[in-house]
DNA sequence: TTTACTGCAAAATTTTTGCATTAAC
DNA sequence: GTTAATGCAAAAATTTTGCAGTAAA
């Protein structure tokens, strides 16, 4: 899992002609061995402690790349903070979001991406990735 | 249906105890007569001509009212702006967003609701609102 | 009159960039 | 040696707030 991660970014990296950093490979490590959805801020401040030579814009680039290799996706819940989120290996998630606790469920659901699928053709779109995100109260602030 | 989105601001603000003031209507007039997915930026320039002595400030604060009153809906796109649509009557829409010219489809399928209901009930989940958006490109830019 | 609203400018956030230095190739 | 990456600090871009003056109730 994480070393599928991991090589992927490497061949990106090899393919593009960019260059393997000491940092990249703490960033990276890192945020494989996050909670998923983590915040720039908060991947920064979790690699400061052990590691606080690294300044936050390599954080911020870096993500960006993780993101451009594919093995991360910028999310936005409306927080006003960009996130980063683990992609599957091809599978797509979707999210419950608590707006009482801030917990985030994650689900996935085969027909709903077969509908979507439907709509899409029918607009003639073609569908590059796909955000649906479901606000309300968990069920441990409902009670 | 523009004269009952003033209708149910007009009650908003009374029942809050609030002030109807000449801004408030303006700013409302051009909200309803734009284009949804208005940016706060764009309904404060496109304000200016007209109304140059209409503050950013007061855009800014507007908009989050008319979000409160109902009648407007916060929504993000990830390109780093908060947008404003009009709600429609219960009805919710979801998103077609074309990644090359921008343009956005709108659409409403009540089989996804359905399944996002199941999903939430699943998880003990009470929803309050959804967000589905599907990125891609649209037909004219596939050609 | 009393209370909320406006407009301005300033502050706070968050994202992004320039550049000299350092490290990878 | 070249070229890209880093770290810092500064710049942009957005959102949010404080406050004195203004307008609505």
Do not use: W
Not at 13 to 41: M, N, P, V, W, Y
Not at 99 to 110: L, M
Request: proline letters at 1%; aromatic letters at 10%; hydrophobic letters at 35%.
């Amino acid at each position: 899992m994480k070393k599928a991660k991991k090589k992927l970014f490497r061949e990106f990296i090899a393919e593009k002609g960019l260059k393997s950093t000491r940092q990249r490979d703490i960033i990276l490590d890192a945020f494989l061995s996050s909670d998923r959805h983590l915040s720039i801020e908060e991947l920064y401040l979790k690699l400061r402690s052990k590691h606080p030579s690294i300044g936050y814009a390599t954080v911020y680039r870096t993500l960006k790349l993780f993101a451009e290799s594919g093995i991360a996706r910028e999310i936005h819940f409306g927080d006003g903070q960009t996130r980063y989120e683990h992609t599957g290996e091809g599978e797509h998630h979707d999210h419950l979001v608590c707006k009482r606790c801030g917990s985030i469920i994650e689900f996935e659901n085969e027909a709903i991406e077969k509908i979507q699928d439907e709509i899409a053709s029918s607009y003639g779109f073609l569908i590059q990735h796909h955000k649906l995100e479901l606000y309300g109260l968990c069920a441990k602030c409902r009670a």
